[in-house]
């Protein structure tokens, strides 16, 4: 068998039964270790069942190095709307977190830099990597301010250009062209 898993099991069929010396001389490359481990499976999971692989999670990030992180992004410098809507997420230990959809307005990356930043500055030490961040940004899934600026300054250049005009003929009509023209143009 090349499954360690499917060895196991086997082996544990003949553990309870034969010591290590005895399944040695059937099995020579058989070592301590997987005795033990086959003989630990028949006395957990019963002789002979099936090994269960379980998934095992790793939990780098502490609920205050994830909490300070939310903070952050919650601050009306990086939040620009808190639209109706929460994101739910689900830690290792099985405790939940929810945080509400929000809008960022800079990119997810740009946000992440800034607050790397802001920790550094206020000498919080207990950061975790950029990818961590990343992923929990990507968990609460937060829409990307459009900026309409070019469109707005476009607009209001617009109206300032009106304005300038009116303006412009008002000191024509006074110094020379008269009220009647003035009041034409406007």
């Known amino acids: 068998m090349t499954s360690w898993g499917v060895q196991r099991q086997l082996l544990s069929l003949l553990v309870t039964d034969y010591s290590f010396v005895e399944i040695q001389k059937g099995i020579p490359n058989l070592s301590r270790y997987k005795y033990t ?3 630990k499976h028949a006395e957990l999971n019963g002789v002979g069942m099936p090994v269960t692989e379980s998934k095992l999670y790793r939990e780098k990030a502490t609920k205050q190095q994830i909490d300070h992180f939310l903070q952050f992004v919650l601050s009306p410098a990086i939040m620009t ?7 739910n997420f689900k830690l290792a230990s099985g405790s939940e977190l929810t945080a509400p959809k929000i809008i960022l307005n800079t990119v997810r990356t740009r946000t992440v830099n800034l607050y790397l930043k802001y920790c550094e500055e206020m000498n919080y ?8 961040y990343m992923r929990l940004l990507e968990a609460i899934q937060p829409s990307v301010h459009k900026s309409m600026k070019g469109l707005d300054n476009y607009a209001a250049e617009g109206g300032k250009a009106f304005d300038d005009m009116k303006t412009a003929s008002s000191i024509l009509g006074q110094i020379g062209k008269g009220k009647q023209w003035e009041e034409n143009v406007h």
């Open 37 to 39: 481990s086959a003989k």
């Open 81 to 87: 709307d808190s639209p109706f809507g929460e994101c």
């Open 125 to 132: 030490l207990s950061v975790l990597s950029d990818r961590s």
